[in-house]
Structure formats: structure tokens, C-alpha cells
């Protein structure tokens, strides 16, 4: 049941609160939300939560769907909103815990060595940091063209910003994935 019309019937059946499609629809896409959530999150308890608020969200919200995009859009949509969402969240509990911490990062020194180390690595995880240090609008942009596989046009409607960001944010991206990986590959 993967069809864009069974999908869009099984968002309607929802709207009436129907439970065994609901059902259907967490089954056929709670495993591609994951992926999506994780890639930008990289921890499964967070990425599992995301996927409840979003799910949770289409129960509540079915009947907004107007079928004006693609189904698998319009449930990318809700959970990049619920990523964003999940991203301030801990963006504000790592700021309130690093001045809880006060002046105890300098009294533990730096890891320089420990870093050096991740990135003696495999080219594999090298790619993984530099995903990593990408912002979270480059990482999000090449998260969903090339690894979720939507085109520049869905990937737009998924992140309610226009086309040509997208494709901007993909040249930039890649550009510095290229020089990241490249450093990496010099450090190897």
C-alpha cells in the first residue's frame, strides 16, 4: 500500500479517525521518518521520540491534508517541523547545561588527541563527521535529495523554502563535504 492514491485515502481515513489506517500508514512509513529523523539526530531514543510526535501529529491533523503535494511530502513536512521542534529543545538544554557547567571545560583540557582519533577512522565515519559539522540546513538539504531521495521541487515543499535555495544549499553543501572529506583523507 504504497501508492500516492491508497496513501492519500489512508490520510483521509485518518481525518475520520480511523484506527487501522492509521495503523497502515505507521507501518508503511515509520521506518522512512526514522531514517530521515536520525539522520540529522543520530540517536535512536530521540529519533524513535520524533517519530511518535509526528506521527501523533498526522492523527491530529489528517484532515489539513489537501492533497496539493505528494503524501510522503506532506508527512516529511510534519516531521521536519517536529525535528525542528526536537533540535531547539536540546539546542536549549545543551545551552543551559554548558553554564551549569561553567569554567570546568577549561580545567579538562582539550581533546585534540580524541578528535584525531575519530578521524584516523574510516573514510566511512569521515564522511559522517563532515555530515556532522554541516549546518543543519546543508545537512538537511542533502539528507533529503540524495539520501531520502526527493526531488529539488519536494525537498522545497518539505522545508517551505523555494527551489533555488535548496539547489544553493546543495552546492554549498556538497563543497564542503568535498573539502571536509579531503582534509580528512590528508589526515589518514
Not at 517519530?51 to 506532506?74: H, I, N, Y
Amino acid at each position: 500500500m504504497t501508492t500516492r492514491e491508497s496513501i492519500a485515502d489512508l490520510i483521509q481515513k485518518i481525518a475520520l479517525q480511523d484506527q487501522d489506517a492509521f495503523q497502515s500508514l505507521y507501518t508503511a512509513f515509520s521506518r522512512r521518518i526514522f531514517s530521515f529523523v536520525k539522520n540529522h539526530l543520530h540517536c535512536d531514543e530521540m529519533a524513535k521520540e520524533v517519530v511518535v510526535d509526528t506521527m501523533l501529529a498526522v492523527w491530529r491533523s489528517a484532515g489539513t491534508f489537501g492533497g496539493r503535494s505528494k503524501p510522503e511530502v506532506w508527512l516529511l513536512g510534519i516531521a521536519h517541523n517536529k525535528l525542528l521542534d526536537r533540535l531547539d529543545k536540546e539546542r536549549r538544554h545543551q545551552a543551559d547545561y554548558l553554564e551549569d557547567l561553567g569554567d570546568w571545560q577549561s580545567l579538562l583540557g582539550s581533546c585534540d588527541d580524541c578528535e584525531q582519533e575519530r578521524m584516523r577512522q574510516d573514510l566511512g565515519e569521515g564522511v559522517r563527521l563532515c555530515m556532522d559539522k554541516l549546518g543543519i540546513q546543508h545537512r538537511e538539504s542533502l539528507t533529503l535529495v540524495y539520501f531520502d531521495q526527493l526531488t529539488v521541487a519536494q525537498a522545497s515543499e518539505v522545508t517551505g523554502v523555494p527551489e533555488g535555495t535548496i539547489k544553493t544549499r546543495l552546492f554549498h553543501a556538497k563543497q564542503k563535504l568535498k573539502n571536509c572529506v579531503n582534509k580528512l583523507k590528508g589526515l589518514l
